[in-house]
T-cell receptor, first 115, second 112 residues
Framework: DTAVSQTPKYLVTQMGNDKSIKCEQN?????MYWYKQDSKKFLKIMFS???????INETVPNRFSPKSPDKAHLNLHINSLELGDSAVYFC??????????????FGEGSWLTVV | AQSVTQPDIHITVSEGASLELRCNYS??????LFWYVQSPGQGLQLLLK??????LVQGIKGFEAEFKRSQSSFNLRKPSVHWSDAAEYFC??????????FGTGTSLTVIP
């Protein structure tokens, strides 16, 4: 059983299109995240949700909109895709106890290429 | 502000040789420290973590890390590297509100 699963794994699309990446976790965690990994492997948090409530919203273009229908799902919708959006997007989850010692569990990533 | 520095962008070692990957952190309180590994085309897998207690922590795949508060370091070690260890390694520190701060990663190449 995959703990954190995201689809699609690979996505090639043209500039200006709108696309979504879906994420589901079966770990029973309260907190879910979206991270972006650029071509230099740098990992940057984009969003974090706790029990469907947005708790971290880093400086991300408003073309990116997360949606959490329930605490096991966190989808990422991207409007008007640009070349610079090409990256690997990782979904992740962790328990939330109000502290900072929880382990984050990552999905396998979604490779987005905008042409 | 919390931050993590991995000074080595890329390291090459021979198979069977020992390995040490460096990680320095900046954190105002007791840090929660992690090492993750990312194999090519894969997601990040937790190798080990330090929350408190024994400063030498053991992880999966034969890795260990030592927390040194005086040096603000959490270096990852393995006594004998295998070719399958070639990957990207990330150090991270846990911040408030479940925020994680990742280092920029160290790429490991293993030569036969």
């Amino acid at each position: 059983d995959t703990a954190v699963s995201q689809t699609p794994k690979y996505l090639v699309t043209q500039m200006g299109n709108d696309k979504s990446i879906k994420c589901e976790q079966n770990l029973g965690h309260d907190t879910m995240y979206w991270y972006k990994q650029d071509s230099k492997k740098f990992l940057k948090i984009m969003f974090s949700y706790n029990n469907k409530e947005l708790i971290i919203n880093e400086t991300v273009p408003n073309r990116f909109s997360p949606k959490s229908p329930d605490k096991a799902h966190l989808n990422l919708h991207i409007n008007s895709l640009e070349l610079g959006d090409s990256a690997v997007y990782f979904c992740a989850s962790s328990p939330f106890s109000g502290g900072s010692g929880n382990t984050i569990y990552f999905g396998e990533g979604s490779w987005l290429t905008v042409v | 502000a919390q931050s993590v520095t991995q000074p080595d962008i890329h390291i090459t070692v021979s198979e069977g040789a020992s390995l040490e990957l460096r990680c320095n952190y900046s954190y105002g309180a007791t840090p929660y420290l992690f090492w993750y590994v990312q194999s090519p085309g894969q997601g990040l897998q937790l190798l080990l973590k330090y929350f408190s207690g024994d400063t030498l922590v053991q992880g999966i795949k034969g890795f260990e890390a030592e927390f040194k508060r005086s040096q603000s370091s959490f270096n990852l070690r393995k006594p004998s590297v295998h070719w399958s260890d070639a990957a990207e390694y990330f150090c991270a520190v846990g911040g408030p509100g479940n925020q994680f701060y990742f280092g920029t990663g160290t790429s490991l190449t293993v030569i036969p």
